[in-house]
């Protein structure tokens, strides 16, 4: 069915009060445009309006790898998908329910990467039929009948027309109009739509927050005078008070929260918008962001500051983790307290600089010559994003070593809503004893048993010693003879141990045993859990298990894993298919964690490693156990 | 407040603190290094301005010449080639309190580290960094450094170094923020002193050049000035202590500079064959990023609360 609407504007005998609302439980919306034209704000306003209101939500921006591609581009398109549901959503869903395009050829991109669901909607601004250039109308009309052959619902539009009658100038407002629209049609609070817009723009001018919410309310109208459909999608109420934020936020939350006084980074993307939000606010909790000449002096002056007593923070993605690699092997042979948040993109090199990879595990564990054994957690939520840093500042402090944080492009862009953090002055270690020293005092005082050792800070009376990066004696001494080194690493490495027992075995999702174990890390967790419940409910035997300590690991994975008949990990980084061309049992290399499970467990581990730059889809999980399992039937 | 109590204060006003206070193992560089006259000039300094030992801070790259926090009394930071700087700048950002001194060779602040010394200068932060500059790379024996004059064989550059030498003095004479630009010859004890406690005393960035030699692997290299000393043109300012009868009695060439011209500082830097030894240039008044982003307040458990309760209301949804 088509539904083309009238230049006028008007549907034929239209009546918007008899029209019936169809309740939704959880909707897929998304917004593609060209760069620039504010699909993001539109969708990100969307998911937080409907976040405000008690939904479950779940973002992924589509971000096109340059600031202005060419207009009118399949690969620059730039949007956002918006997931939302009366529950929690925990990932991106699979199939685009409707669809709101800027012009046809960023939907053409769409197309080509995202499943579209078969009655999908699809709001097309229609200005490109009347272009002056008869190619651009050539090429309008080819993918509209062929969007009309495939079946879809295509509304045509004429957007910027539209916001003529309100504005000067359409092109910038087409954002907040389409905001309007789709408050209308998924029966949104206009009050808390209205708030939004102006939160959105506040650092601008009241003229531009009075015209954008010009265009809001007339997009709102124009929907319920002219679209034969609407949708609400209730929410069940909660009980807990709840903040929503993407991941960079809750990682900039939890910087600001524990107490860390010092962000030093360079800007790279995914992760520089952690430093956007800190530098507005970081200084009111006595902190600084410091933007570095470059990566290395970014980790150099985190280092530093650590050094001096005030636990640091480096921010960077992957191509900057390849550089302060060397200061890493630095803070963890002098033992200096450092986190460092890597928010993943796609690599090697420059790689797929705004898009999902979860590539970076092994190079994080190992990122440095010789042996450096540091703390590795993986957020695997938003919420996780904010807690994760306030355990790594005190995993750092208290164990003298570097801890990484990773997160990803789909955690950094994505919204989700999660309780609110309830303030806890645990949070913030206590003020460093920096009394005068006993006599005799050592800066590496290393216990036997744990490696751990007791601090000394600059400005402490009869502490004073030198930290070096070279081999050192416990009075931190350069180390000449052979022992001293052998003892030495062993103490740095003890320490891993010491912190791996008091891990606590994490939990699996469905039965404890049974046919295939799904493990995964990071964000690919929502992913993971809906795709193994889905087939739960079918009665299909399959568990998941989540890590988010990936060094040192928990005790007890290995015995889990060996109550399943398979085990399969899935992760958004390389591997090779066992069936492909050349591929045998001796070459074929593995995903990340599986390597490390396979390592460590000796366990026959199964990886599922695809580097398509999205987010995990739950329905390519599913379709993967559902072949895992068959395999099972067979060998049984 | 987390971390670091900076109101701390200890009463220092009856402890004198003695040359063996900022003496610590014994070095292990050749004898006749000229980092042997930097570090006795280093400890002197510390002794005469009674720097409580545990207040400085020496940070060092790699090389010969960063062994030298392991030679002070103080604290250290012995870090990687080419980092002393930021390194050094973390530490003064949160730890204002602390005198913080760097020490690098020529690799490591006009080769590895290069982006780090150009900003350093641009960050104007309070600190006194020393560049020893021997012009060859020692600890790994005998390869051209970026300031290895033209011609010299190296293990690198067996038919000799192909370039001239970059001129630290003038490049740094060249920095946006520049505020401390000195030049020192190891062999002239009584001037770098001199120099260095100008540098100390410094409001900024205080940068130091000092010529140095080294025994093992370019023994003469600096023989056109120790065996003319007019090549050597000592500058002398009207803050600066007064030449010793016996200095002025050796060098005769000697220049009065006014040390806020910073046309003639390059000029000055410019000179071949003649060697300036002194304050090239010291200018009041720069901002120093150190200052700049200083805490303005100590921060309560309080006020961190009430600034984080400020941030999770803005993304706030309430239960109901």
């Keep these: ?47 937080t309006i409907s976040a405000k209101m008690g939904n479950g939500i779940w973002t992924v921006e589509i971000i096109p790898a340059d600031i202005q591609p060419p207009p009118r581009n399949a690969a620059g398109a730039s949007g956002i998908r918006i997931r939302v549901g009366s529950k929690s959503v925990t990932n991106m869903g699979d199939k685009i329910d409707l669809i709101v395009a800027f012009n046809e050829q960023s939907l053409l991109g769409r197309l080509a990467q995202a499943n579209f669901d078969p009655n999908c909607r699809i709001i097309l601004e229609n200005k490109w039929r009347t272009h002056p250039d008869p190619s651009i109308v050539e090429d309008y009309t080819k993918v509209y009948d062929q969007l009309v052959e495939e079946g879809y619902n295509v509304y045509e539009i004429p957007l910027e027309e539209l916001c003529a009658e309100h504005v000067s100038n359409p092109k910038l407002g087409k954002n907040m109009y389409v905001l309007g629209m789709l408050c209308y049609l998924y029966s949104r609070d206009l009050g808390l739509a209205e708030k939004q817009v102006a939160e959105a723009f506040r650092h601008k001018s009241q003229k531009i927050i009075d015209n954008n919410l010009i265009l809001l309310n007339a997009g709102y109208t124009w929907a319920q005078g002219n679209l034969d459909f609407r949708y609400d999608i209730p929410a069940l109420d909660s009980d807990v008070d709840r903040i929503v934020t993407n991941g960079n936020q809750a990682l900039a939350l939890g910087i600001m929260a524990s107490g860390m006084e010092m962000c030093a980074m360079y800007p790279i993307t995914p992760a520089t918008s952690v430093s956007h939000f800190l530098a507005e606010v970081f200084e009111n909790v006595g902190g600084m962001v410091h933007q570095s000449e470059d990566e290395i002096a970014a980790c150099a002056v985190a280092i530093g500051s650590s050094y001096a007593g005030k636990c640091a923070v480096t921010v960077t993605s992957g191509p900057g983790m390849s550089l302060k690699t060397e200061l890493l092997g630095l803070a963890t042979m002098a033992e200096i307290p450092l986190v460092l948040v890597n928010v993943q993109r796609g690599g090697p090199s420059t790689g797929l600089p705004t898009k999902v990879e979860q590539g970076d595990l092994l190079a994080t564990i190992f990122s440095t010559h010789g042996d450096a054994p540091k703390v590795v957690m993986a957020a695997a939520t938003i919420e996780d994003c904010f807690y994760s840093i306030l355990t790594a500042r005190k995993l750092a402090e208290t164990f003298r070593m570097p801890v990484m944080v990773l997160s990803d492009a789909n955690l950094a862009t994505g919204q989700q809503p999660y309780p609110r953090p309830v303030f806890s ?7 460093i004893d920096q009394r005068p020293l006993a006599e005799g005092s050592i800066p590496y005082d290393w216990d036997p048993r744990t490696g751990l050792s007791k601090r000394i800070i600059p400005g402490q009376k009869g502490g004073t010693f030198t930290v070096t990066g070279l081999a050192h004696t416990p009075d931190g001494k350069v180390a000449y003879g052979p022992m001293e080194n052998q003892k030495s690493m062993e103490y740095r490495s003890r320490k891993l141990a010491a912190l791996q027992q008091s891990l606590k075995t994490p939990e699996v999702t469905g039965d404890e045993e049974g046919d295939l174990l799904v493990l995964g890390w990071g964000s690919t967790k929502g992913a993971i859990d809906e795709a193994v419940a889905r087939l739960r409910k079918e009665g299909l035997s399959v568990s998941s298990l989540h890590l988010r300590f990936l060094q040192p690991m928990a005790s007890g994975i290995g015995d889990i894993m060996k109550r399943f008949k398979r085990v399969i990990s899935v992760e958004l980084n390389y591997a090779d298919e066992p069936d492909g061309d050349i591929i045998t049992e001796e070459n074929r290399r593995y995903s990340n964690l599986a390597l490390l499970l396979r390592a460590r467990y000796l366990v026959d581990v199964q990886t599922f490693g695809t580097v398509f730059g999205q987010p995990l889809r739950p329905r390519v999980v599913e379709e993967r156990i559902r072949q895992e399992l068959a395999k099972i039937n067979v060998t049984a | 407040m987390f971390g670091v109590n900076e109101t701390q204060t200890v009463d220092y006003s009856q402890e004198y603190y003695s040359l063996e206070d900022y003496q610590s193992s014994t070095p292990r560089w050749c004898s006749g290094c000229g980092d042997n006259a930097i570090l006795t000039a280093v400890q002197r300094l510390c002794r005469d301005e009674q720097i409580p030992p545990e207040k400085a801070v020496f940070v060092s790259g790699i090389g010969c010449s960063s062994r030298f926090p392991h030679y002070m009394g103080t604290y250290g930071f012995h870090s990687l080639h080419g980092r002393a700087l930021p390194i050094a700048q973390g530490v003064k950002l949160r730890r204002p309190d602390l005198k913080v001194f760097v020490n690098m060779g020529d690799g490591d602040c006009c080769s590895i580290g290069t982006a780090h ?194 941030q999770f209301n803005r993304f706030a949804v309430n239960a109901g």
Excluded at chain 2, 210 to 221: A, K, S
Excluded at chain 2, 229 to 244: E, K, R, V
Excluded at chain 2, 263 to 274: F, G, H, I, T
């Design chain 1, 425 to 431: 002055q645990d949070w913030v270690a206590p003020p």
């Design chain 2, 117 to 310: 010394w150009i900003h350093a200068i641009r960050y104007n932060m309070n600190m006194t960094a020393i560049v020893h500059d021997n012009e060859i790379y020692g600890m790994t024996k005998k390869q051209a450094s970026p300031t290895t004059p033209m011609g010299i064989v190296t293990n690198t550059t067996p038919k000799g170094t192909y370039m001239e030498p970059l001129n630290m003095l003038s490049a740094t004479l060249g920095i946006s923020n520049v505020s401390f630009v000195a030049n020192a010859v190891e062999w002239i004890p009584e001037v770098l002193y001199e120099v260095i406690r100008q540098a100390y005393l410094h409001q900024g960035f205080s940068f130091v050049r000092v010529v140095q030699r080294c025994p093992h692997f370019l023994p003469n290299i600096f023989d056109p000035f120790l065996r003319n000393p007019d090549a050597i043109q000592i500058l002398t300012n009207p803050g600066a202590t007064p030449m010793s009868d016996s200095l002025k009695s050796v060098y005769k060439n000697v220049v009065e500079n006014n040390p806020a011209d910073i046309n003639q500082a390059r000029e000055l830097s410019m000179q071949k064959d003649v060697m300036p030894v002194g304050i090239l240039y010291q200018a009041t008044g720069v901002p120093c990023y150190d200052e700049l982003r200083r805490a303005p307040r100590v921060v309560s458990m309080e006020m961190r609360k009430k600034a984080l309760e400020d």
């Design chain 1, 1 to 47: 069915m088509t539904t083309t609407v009238k230049e006028t504007g008007t549907l034929n005998g239209f009546d918007s009060t008899t029209r019936s609302i169809v309740s939704l439980t959880d909707t897929v919306v998304e917004i593609v445009s060209d760069a620039g034209e504010g699909a993001q704000k539109a969708g990100q306003s969307f998911a």
